[in-house]
């Protein structure tokens, strides 16, 4: 009798998926993050010119060269030495430049080394934001133009364009001048009920009319188009597996991961990360989808699973970014254009004609980061919160929505659904209760409901913002209004 000997794999058929992705590995090398460096000056120079349209030379004096730090582990700081100094000593020499061509509206970063050239190219195309192409010769997709509806101009914010912003009382006035004068990046502030623009104020710089940077406020738009997909019943739940596009196979770890997980920070979504002296770490995804001229929702699903879904917060791009593939996969299998339908089912129901995502590469609009929009746009997205997911007398999300997108997880974070929460008391003359969608250079879109206010408030990368004299604006906002 002859013996059939135990496998030593499960020979069960699947009959969906083709088995885990190949997980990304992270180049933490010198030469690397050199390149990552010169490709996200690239992109900055194409944000700030030709997407928010500021000239060559405010451009220069808003500019702060932020070299790619490798990716930390669990714990904060890097998990080696980053190159900032190298590359600000480069940068006072000269050996970085900085090159704009405003008919092609893109960008040019050179750095010439010790033995290497480094190049990293951006452009602008209406619709897609800033697109990084990095190194490459050419972008990886034909950026079209992408057909957009307007608000009706005649009717009033926030349904239609026409605002007529009272003067503010002369406390919130002193509050307002008190803010600018020690916020020297800010753009401009709004404040609003659910029915108008009650004051705003611009720098020197700013403008009712110009599409100011969000950086992670992007992901409130994304968390905010999960909840539309919900509505509409593309899918059905937050607590369900991720759908995401790479993720189909059922004996996969990556099952393990619902939308919330992505939603909250909680995925556990890690990745290898190799340096120059041949350690290998594991990181978490930082600012790379900025700095890789590459396809962003592909990266991000090839994540490997570094700690128990939903056991951990840590703060990554990528968990957002696998949201963004699930929007693109939801869009495409029912045929629809995925660029157009992106913008309407959000933006553009919500009149926010100014907002446009960044893209990557390959032609995804990258979900955690690099929107832009005018402050009046963007306040309308705190209106759509204020009032519940309902606008114009329909409901656009679903019922409760708000209650889960702007409540905190109470596990170790004031960290809520894409939307960060007082909880902490970061602004202590605000109540608890206050969330704001949140960007990385202190962009915000406070959204106080029980006070029936909304606050926004753009800056530029990597200036400083007075969080104190924010503090008491808001506060003085509130008094004056609510």
């Given at each position: ?30 030469a690397?993050?050199r ?11 194409a ?7 500021l ?21 904060p ?17 000269g ?29 602008a ?37 026409a ?10 006035a ?76 059922p ?46 929702f ?8 570094a ?5 951990v ?15 693109r ?12 339908t ?12 100014s ?31 204020l ?64 006070h ?25 906002a ?5």
């Open positions: 009798m002859t013996r059939i000997p135990e496998p030593y794999f499960d020979q069960t058929p699947h009959p969906f998926g083709g088995g885990p992705v190949d997980p990304i590995v992270y180049d933490a090398g010198a690397a993050l390149q990552r460096t010169v490709n996200f000056a690239a992109k900055r120079y944000d700030m010119m030709f997407v928010s349209g000239d060559r030379a405010t451009a220069d004096r808003h500019f702060r060269l932020r070299a790619a730090p490798p990716p930390a582990g669990l714990d700081g890097p998990a080696s030495a980053d190159i900032q100094a190298e590359a600000q000593a480069a940068f006072a020499d050996r970085i430049s900085i090159e704009t061509d405003a008919n092609d509206r893109r960008t040019t970063v050179r750095w010439v080394g010790d033995g290497f050239v480094l190049t990293g190219h951006a452009l195309r209406p619709g897609y934001g800033g697109i990084l192409r990095g190194p490459h010769p050419r972008l990886g997709f034909d950026p079209r133009p992408v057909p957009r509806s307007s608000p009706d101009a005649g009717r009033a914010w926030p349904i239609g364009d605002v007529e912003a009272g003067h503010p009382p002369p406390a919130l002193g509050a307002l001048d008190a803010f600018f004068a020690t916020s020297d990046g800010a753009y401009g502030v709004l404040i609003a009920s659910p029915d108008r623009v009650l004051a705003e104020g611009y720098s020197r710089f700013g403008d009712p009319e110009r599409a100011t940077p969000s950086w992670s406020m992007t992901k409130a738009i994304t968390c905010t188009l999960i909840g539309r997909l919900i509505h509409e019943g593309w899918l059905a739940s937050v607590h369900d597996p991720a759908p995401a596009p790479l993720w189909r196979d004996r996969s770890i990556h099952r393990l991961i619902t939308l919330d997980h992505l939603l909250r920070m909680r995925s556990g979504l890690g990745f290898p990360v190799r340096h120059d002296d041949g350690r290998t770490t594991i990181g978490f995804e930082n600012s790379a989808v900025y700095q890789d001229a590459g396809d962003a592909a990266a991000a699903q090839r994540s490997i699973i700690t128990i879904p939903g056991s917060y840590r703060y990554v791009n990528s968990g957002i970014n696998v949201l963004g593939a699930i929007i996969d939801q869009i495409e299998r029912r045929a629809l254009p995925y660029h157009q992106v913008y309407g089912m959000l933006a553009d129901r919500l009149g926010m004609s907002y446009q995502h960044s893209a990557d590469m390959t032609g995804n609009l990258i979900a955690s980061g690099s929107g832009f929009a005018t402050l009046r746009d963007y306040a309308r997205l705190g209106v759509l919160y009032n519940d997911g309902v606008w114009n007398g329909e409901r656009l999300l679903p019922e409760g929505w708000a209650d889960y997108a702007l409540t905190a997880t109470h596990a170790g974070t004031s960290y809520a659904a894409c939307f960060r929460t007082n909880t902490d008391r970061l602004f202590p003359d605000l109540p608890p209760d206050t969330a704001w969608a949140s960007g990385a250079s202190d962009q915000r879109i406070f959204i106080l409901r029980r029936r206010l909304t606050v926004a408030v753009a800056n530029e990368m990597d200036h400083p913002m007075d969080l104190a004299a924010l503090n008491r604006l808001v506060a003085a509130i008094d004056c209004y609510a």
